[in-house]
């Protein structure tokens, strides 16, 4: 006999479907995976937009962007949240926001200059 604390059951029967077919799980570890299939789900298969697609021109030309707006912003986050897809900690940004303003400016300056864009 699998090792238990004789407690009643906490999680009703499942039912679900697998094509089809209706199912029902049971056991904790049936319940469990049907449980981690709905709450997380397979992530989809990434679909480049931009294959293909044809967009209009831009209306008008993106403004230039300040120190003081990269400054404002980079002493906007809260320093303790996760990092980014760059991996650096918003706590390195917060506090060394004066040292990397002029740096982050040229960056975001020639992003736009030439039309780049992050691509997830």
Known sequence: MPASDRGKARIQALKFSIGEE?????????KGTVLAKGFFPRKPHSQDPSEGAIY?????????VMEEQILRQLKKLKPYKAPGPDGIPNVVLTKCADMLVE?????????????LQYKP
């Open 56 to 64: 209009p021109e831009a209306c008008c030309k993106t403004d230039a």
């Open 103 to 115: 740096r982050l400016h040229w960056i975001y300056e020639a992003m736009l200059e030439k039309g």
């Open 22 to 30: 209706d199912r029902t799980a049971t056991t904790n570890s049936e």
